[in-house]
Protein backbone atom coordinates (compact mmCIF):
# COMPACT_ATOMS: atom_id res chain seq x y z
CA UNK A 1 0.00 0.00 0.00
CA UNK A 2 1.27 3.53 -0.66
CA UNK A 3 1.50 5.39 2.59
CA UNK A 4 -0.07 8.84 2.10
CA UNK A 5 3.26 10.90 2.87
CA UNK A 6 4.64 8.92 -0.42
CA UNK A 7 1.36 9.84 -2.39
CA UNK A 8 2.06 13.99 -1.23
CA UNK A 9 5.50 13.60 -2.28
CA UNK A 10 4.23 11.62 -6.07
CA UNK A 11 1.85 14.60 -6.36
CA UNK A 12 4.71 17.38 -5.71
CA UNK A 13 7.27 15.63 -8.36
CA UNK A 14 3.91 15.67 -10.10
CA UNK A 15 3.07 18.96 -9.66
CA UNK A 16 7.25 20.44 -10.17
CA UNK A 17 7.33 18.33 -13.45
CA UNK A 18 3.98 18.61 -15.43
CA UNK A 19 2.53 22.05 -13.99
CA UNK A 20 -1.11 23.24 -15.01
CA UNK A 21 -1.68 24.85 -17.79
CA UNK A 22 -2.48 28.47 -17.80
CA UNK A 23 -6.37 27.89 -18.77
CA UNK A 24 -6.84 25.57 -15.85
CA UNK A 25 -4.57 28.00 -13.73
CA UNK A 26 -6.74 31.04 -14.33
CA UNK A 27 -10.10 29.14 -14.72
CA UNK A 28 -10.78 30.68 -10.73
CA UNK A 29 -10.07 34.27 -12.26
CA UNK A 30 -11.89 33.98 -15.37
CA UNK A 31 -14.81 32.76 -13.66
CA UNK A 32 -14.60 35.29 -11.08
CA UNK A 33 -13.99 38.41 -13.80
CA UNK A 34 -16.94 36.82 -15.54
CA UNK A 35 -19.02 37.13 -12.51
CA UNK A 36 -17.28 40.79 -11.96
CA UNK A 37 -18.04 41.76 -15.61
CA UNK A 38 -21.71 40.21 -15.42
CA UNK A 39 -22.27 42.44 -11.98
CA UNK A 40 -21.45 45.75 -13.91
CA UNK A 41 -23.41 45.04 -16.95
CA UNK A 42 -26.10 44.75 -14.82
CA UNK A 43 -25.14 47.73 -12.95
CA UNK A 44 -24.99 49.91 -16.19
CA UNK A 45 -21.45 49.94 -16.37
CA UNK A 46 -19.71 49.98 -20.31
CA UNK A 47 -16.66 47.45 -20.38
CA UNK A 48 -13.50 49.00 -21.15
CA UNK A 49 -13.37 47.91 -25.12
CA UNK A 50 -16.78 48.90 -25.76
CA UNK A 51 -15.78 52.39 -24.44
CA UNK A 52 -12.90 52.23 -26.68
CA UNK A 53 -15.76 51.53 -29.43
CA UNK A 54 -17.87 54.21 -28.43
CA UNK A 55 -15.21 56.83 -28.20
CA UNK A 56 -13.64 55.96 -31.72
CA UNK A 57 -17.27 56.40 -33.24
CA UNK A 58 -17.85 59.53 -32.00
CA UNK A 59 -14.22 61.18 -32.69
CA UNK A 60 -15.35 59.83 -36.49
CA UNK A 61 -18.36 60.96 -36.50
CA UNK A 62 -17.33 64.75 -35.49
CA UNK A 63 -14.38 64.37 -37.75
CA UNK A 64 -16.79 63.63 -40.30
CA UNK A 65 -18.96 66.71 -39.63
CA UNK A 66 -16.00 69.38 -38.81
CA UNK A 67 -14.99 67.96 -42.49
CA UNK A 68 -18.53 68.62 -44.17
CA UNK A 69 -18.93 71.78 -42.39
CA UNK A 70 -15.53 72.63 -43.27
CA UNK A 71 -16.06 71.77 -46.85
CA UNK A 72 -19.17 73.76 -47.28
CA UNK A 73 -21.10 74.58 -50.85
CA UNK A 74 -18.48 76.03 -53.28
CA UNK A 75 -19.71 79.21 -54.93
CA UNK A 76 -17.45 81.46 -56.78
CA UNK A 77 -18.14 84.98 -56.51
CA UNK A 78 -17.26 87.84 -59.13
CA UNK A 79 -17.17 90.88 -57.53
CA UNK A 80 -14.56 94.64 -58.12
CA UNK A 81 -11.71 95.29 -55.99
CA UNK A 82 -12.75 97.84 -54.29
CA UNK A 83 -16.18 96.71 -53.44
CA UNK A 84 -16.61 96.72 -49.95
CA UNK A 85 -20.50 95.38 -49.31
CA UNK A 86 -19.22 92.94 -51.64
CA UNK A 87 -16.65 91.14 -49.26
CA UNK A 88 -19.48 91.51 -46.64
CA UNK A 89 -21.66 89.64 -48.71
CA UNK A 90 -18.72 87.05 -49.11
CA UNK A 91 -18.54 86.94 -45.19
CA UNK A 92 -22.03 86.74 -44.50
CA UNK A 93 -22.06 83.84 -46.89
CA UNK A 94 -18.97 81.69 -45.48
CA UNK A 95 -20.73 82.30 -41.42
CA UNK A 96 -23.63 80.52 -43.66
CA UNK A 97 -22.10 77.35 -45.39
CA UNK A 98 -20.26 78.50 -48.01
CA UNK A 99 -17.02 78.06 -49.03
CA UNK A 100 -16.12 81.04 -51.22
CA UNK A 101 -13.62 81.44 -53.69
CA UNK A 102 -13.70 84.85 -54.34
CA UNK A 103 -12.54 86.57 -58.29
CA UNK A 104 -11.82 90.33 -58.61
CA UNK A 105 -12.77 92.11 -61.49
CA UNK A 106 -12.97 95.30 -62.84
CA UNK A 107 -14.80 94.12 -65.94
CA UNK A 108 -18.18 93.33 -64.29
CA UNK A 109 -20.12 94.29 -67.30
CA UNK A 110 -18.34 91.43 -69.19
CA UNK A 111 -19.27 88.76 -66.60
CA UNK A 112 -23.16 89.71 -66.57
CA UNK A 113 -23.27 89.42 -69.98
CA UNK A 114 -21.44 86.21 -70.01
CA UNK A 115 -23.65 84.07 -67.76
CA UNK A 116 -26.43 85.69 -69.31
CA UNK A 117 -28.00 88.05 -66.15
CA UNK A 118 -30.60 90.05 -67.29
CA UNK A 119 -30.28 93.79 -67.27
CA UNK A 120 -32.74 94.42 -64.71
CA UNK A 121 -31.71 92.06 -62.26
CA UNK A 122 -27.88 93.68 -61.78
CA UNK A 123 -26.52 94.10 -59.03
CA UNK A 124 -22.92 94.93 -57.87
CA UNK A 125 -21.70 91.08 -57.45
CA UNK A 126 -22.31 88.31 -59.41
CA UNK A 127 -22.03 84.43 -58.38
CA UNK A 128 -22.13 81.26 -59.22
CA UNK A 129 -23.01 78.31 -56.99
CA UNK A 130 -23.63 74.69 -58.54
CA UNK A 131 -25.06 76.16 -62.02
CA UNK A 132 -27.17 78.99 -60.50
CA UNK A 133 -26.39 82.48 -60.98
CA UNK A 134 -26.92 84.68 -57.84
CA UNK A 135 -26.61 88.44 -58.24
CA UNK A 136 -26.50 91.00 -55.66
CA UNK A 137 -27.12 90.60 -52.09
CA UNK A 138 -29.32 87.42 -51.74
CA UNK A 139 -29.62 86.45 -48.06
CA UNK A 140 -27.64 83.02 -47.59
CA UNK A 141 -30.74 80.84 -46.63
CA UNK A 142 -32.55 82.17 -49.75
CA UNK A 143 -29.49 80.36 -51.73
CA UNK A 144 -30.29 77.19 -49.73
CA UNK A 145 -33.42 76.88 -50.13
CA UNK A 146 -33.09 77.59 -54.35
CA UNK A 147 -30.46 74.95 -54.68
CA UNK A 148 -32.65 72.57 -52.29
CA UNK A 149 -35.96 73.41 -54.67
CA UNK A 150 -34.90 74.27 -58.09
CA UNK A 151 -37.59 75.91 -59.22
CA UNK A 152 -38.89 74.81 -62.63
CA UNK A 153 -36.95 76.59 -65.25
CA UNK A 154 -35.56 78.97 -62.98
CA UNK A 155 -31.33 79.85 -63.47
CA UNK A 156 -30.59 82.08 -61.01
CA UNK A 157 -32.06 84.80 -58.01
CA UNK A 158 -30.95 88.06 -57.74
CA UNK A 159 -31.80 91.30 -55.64
CA UNK A 160 -31.87 94.22 -57.49
CA UNK A 161 -29.60 97.07 -56.69
CA UNK A 162 -28.34 97.78 -53.60
CA UNK A 163 -31.16 97.54 -50.88
CA UNK A 164 -30.46 99.06 -47.49
CA UNK A 165 -30.23 95.90 -45.12
CA UNK A 166 -29.78 92.94 -47.33
CA UNK A 167 -26.68 91.04 -46.18
CA UNK A 168 -24.08 93.00 -46.95
CA UNK A 169 -25.75 96.34 -46.67
CA UNK A 170 -26.42 96.70 -42.94
CA UNK A 171 -26.62 100.41 -41.99
CA UNK A 172 -25.07 101.59 -38.99
CA UNK A 173 -27.97 103.18 -38.26
CA UNK A 174 -30.35 99.68 -38.72
CA UNK A 175 -32.21 101.12 -41.99
CA UNK A 176 -33.62 98.82 -43.72
CA UNK A 177 -36.22 98.87 -46.36
CA UNK A 178 -38.43 95.88 -48.25
CA UNK A 179 -37.03 94.45 -51.24
CA UNK A 180 -37.94 91.19 -53.12
CA UNK A 181 -35.45 88.21 -54.34
CA UNK A 182 -36.48 87.63 -57.75
CA UNK A 183 -36.07 84.40 -59.62
CA UNK A 184 -35.59 84.55 -63.42
CA UNK A 185 -35.02 82.23 -66.21
CA UNK A 186 -32.79 81.76 -69.39
CA UNK A 187 -35.52 84.02 -71.67
CA UNK A 188 -35.20 86.90 -69.04
CA UNK A 189 -38.79 86.25 -67.55
CA UNK A 190 -38.63 87.09 -63.58
CA UNK A 191 -41.12 86.49 -60.66
CA UNK A 192 -40.59 87.19 -57.22
CA UNK A 193 -39.30 83.94 -55.39
CA UNK A 194 -39.01 85.91 -51.50
CA UNK A 195 -39.96 89.01 -49.95
CA UNK A 196 -37.76 90.61 -47.15
CA UNK A 197 -37.67 93.25 -44.51
CA UNK A 198 -41.78 93.93 -45.39
CA UNK A 199 -42.27 94.71 -41.71
CA UNK A 200 -39.87 97.64 -41.46
Keep these: MYSVRGVLSVRGVLNE??????????GSQTRDSRLRR?????????????KRVLTLSLLTATLALGWAQAEGVAITVYKDPDCGCCTLWERHLEANGFRVDSRETRAMGLVKAQ??????????????????????????????RFLAERP????????????LGSPGMEMPDGRTQPYDVMAFDA????????SHNDDQ
Design 17 to 26: SFPRRRESSR
Design 38 to 50: RGNELRGHVPYFL
Design 115 to 144: VGLPRDMASCHTAIVDGVIVEGHVPAEVVH
Design 152 to 163: AGAVGIAAPGMP
Design 187 to 194: SGRSWVYS
